[in-house]
């Protein structure tokens, strides 16, 4: 049987959970051996949630237990973690590498000893846990969100993360608003692999006024003009000056949409509804956005990502991509109030962060617009490896508010092509801006943009592994 290396405690008898006698001296001889049963397993997280820690009670009489662990996300298609599988285990503790949200399976089965003629067990003992967040509440499969929401409302003496869970692979509607007043909620599916579908059937928004994540669901929002995302227009006072200081909504969780598919979005993809809202982070990862931006959408303040209200504190868009198959133009890509800064919302730093993202098709006169963050030591920008395609003028220039002045300012092998397929070069328009001498002037060569596929054929993008790197797969 193979041995995991790294993952078993191949210790000295004191030190692996039996004792001399335990082991050499076992009464327990000539019999089938029994596996360790669920309730005695403790499954359990290490200190900094980096490893699962999983133990179990010695068996009298064994030559040590047969172990697997696998990620069951797929369930079709599990995978060893730290290559744990029918590994013999000298122990009664395994310590394997733990990824957030994530399904696991544990079997265990309790080998024979030839020695004191016991034999291997003849069932394992299986257990699944997972690195979700407790659930809150179900949503049945085919539910309308808006009707079901109205009919479960949140109790209002609920705390913390509110997670509830969509179905995997299932199918729902959502035909109004869905309102989360000021809980923070998490709406999610708990699969990976197999995200539930949401169809907006007329114009709706979700409306949080707190914290809010989406998880592993796909959006179409072909039925609605409304901004997906639209933060309560009555917040709630207590959150003024949640950092300590100064007068805006602080949200102190962050708001994140974390590997969605989210299309046919003809409205904003946030907006803060004109309050002033600052959010702590921002964060849009491992998702692709796409927008129809035919001038019958509500685009707040002409901005896909609104904070004209108020201030994102720290914003990061990593690993996804945004396009848009629509011939209206709007004037910004992300937007701020230009007095928000982060002094002003109670930090010490604000951050902008665009890495490995692909953008396509947005013509915007500015792309982002934040004048409070221009030229300030304690603004950061981190433009890293991304692709902007017919995406307006001057993109490096607007990502750094117009002005580097002491800011801190990183830029590596992005790509700025013109919808004429030119160049915004570190001599034209970059100058100043992005100095960085890795400003990669190929075109990236999309597959089928209009489409949605941006797999590439650039030869120096796909050498250095820029844009979304779903299209290098």
């Given at each position: 049987m193979p041995i995991a290396a790294g993952v078993m405690l191949l210790a000295s008898c004191a030190q692996d959970g039996f004792d001399d006698d335990e082991r050499w001296q076992s009464d327990v001889k000539n019999t089938t051996l029994q596996s360790p049963t669920a309730d005695n397993i403790t499954i359990e997280a290490s200190t900094d949630g980096s490893q699962t820690i999983i133990t179990w009670p010695v068996v009298y009489g064994a030559g040590g237990y047969i172990c697997s662990?696998?990620?069951?996300?797929?369930?079709d298609a599990p995978v060893a973690v730290d290559a744990v599988a029918d590994?013999?285990?000298?122990?009664?503790?395994?310590?394997?590498?733990?990824?957030?949200?994530?399904?696991?399976?544990?079997?265990?089965?309790?080998?024979?000893n030839e020695e004191l003629n016991n034999k291997t067990a003849e069932t394992a003992t299986v257990v699944d846990f997972t690195t979700f967040t407790a659930t809150y509440g179900k949503i049945p499969a085919g539910s309308d969100l808006a009707v079901w929401f109205a009919n479960n409302p949140i109790d209002?003496?609920?705390?913390?993360?509110?997670?509830?869970?969509l179905e995997a692979g299932a199918e729902y509607t959502m035909s109004g608003d869905?309102?989360?007043?000021?809980?923070?909620?998490?709406?999610?599916?708990?699969s990976k692999s197999n995200p539930a579908k949401v169809t907006l059937t007329a114009d709706a928004s979700l409306v949080p006024a707190n914290g809010f994540v989406l998880k592993y669901i796909n959006f179409d929002c072909s039925g609605s003009t409304k901004p997906l995302i639209a933060m309560s227009e009555t917040p709630d006072e207590s959150m003024v000056g949640a950092t300590?200081?100064?007068?805006?909504?602080?949200?102190?969780?962050?708001?994140?949409?974390?590997?969605?598919?989210?299309?046919?979005?003809?409205?904003?993809?946030y907006t803060d509804s004109g309050k002033k809202y600052c959010a702590s982070t921002?964060?849009?990862?491992?998702?692709?956005?796409?927008?129809?931006?035919?001038?019958?959408?509500?685009?707040d303040e002409s901005s896909l990502i609104n904070a004209y209200g108020g201030h994102i504190n720290n914003f990061t868009a990593q690993n996804s991509t945004f396009y848009n198959t629509g011939s209206e133009v709007v004037k910004y890509f992300l937007r701020y109030n230009n007095s928000g800064r982060c002094d002003r919302a109670g930090y010490s730093a604000d951050y902008v962060t665009f890495r490995n993202c692909t953008?396509?098709?947005?013509?915007?006169?500015?792309f982002c617009n934040y004048g409070g963050l221009a030229g300030r030591n304690t603004s950061n920008f981190n433009i890293v490896n991304n692709i902007f395609a017919s995406c307006g003028e001057n993109v490096a220039r607007r990502i750094v508010a117009g002005r580097v002045g002491s800011a801190i300012a990183t830029f590596s092998n992005n790509t700025y092509m013109n919808a004429d397929g030119t160049f915004q070069s570190t001599e034209g328009s970059c100058a100043g801006y992005d100095d960085s001498g890795t400003a990669i002037e190929e075109d990236p060569g999309f597959a089928d943009p209009m489409k949605g596929d941006f797999s590439i054929s650039g030869s120096k993008q796909a050498s250095l592994g820029t844009g979304d790197p779903r299209w290098l797969e």
């Open positions: 662990v696998y990620d069951v996300s797929n369930p590994s013999l285990v000298d122990g009664t503790r395994l310590v394997v590498t733990r990824a957030e949200d994530t399904n696991y399976q544990f079997s265990i089965t309790t080998a024979g209002p003496a609920a705390e913390g993360e509110l997670c509830f869970d869905v309102s989360f007043g000021n809980k923070q909620v998490t709406l999610r599916t708990t300590g200081t100064g007068d805006y909504y602080n949200i102190m969780q962050p708001i994140t949409i974390n590997t969605c598919n989210i299309s046919n979005l003809r409205g904003s993809l921002f964060l849009v990862t491992n998702s692709v956005v796409h927008f129809v931006l035919d001038g019958t959408g509500t685009i953008f396509y098709n947005f013509g915007c006169d500015q």
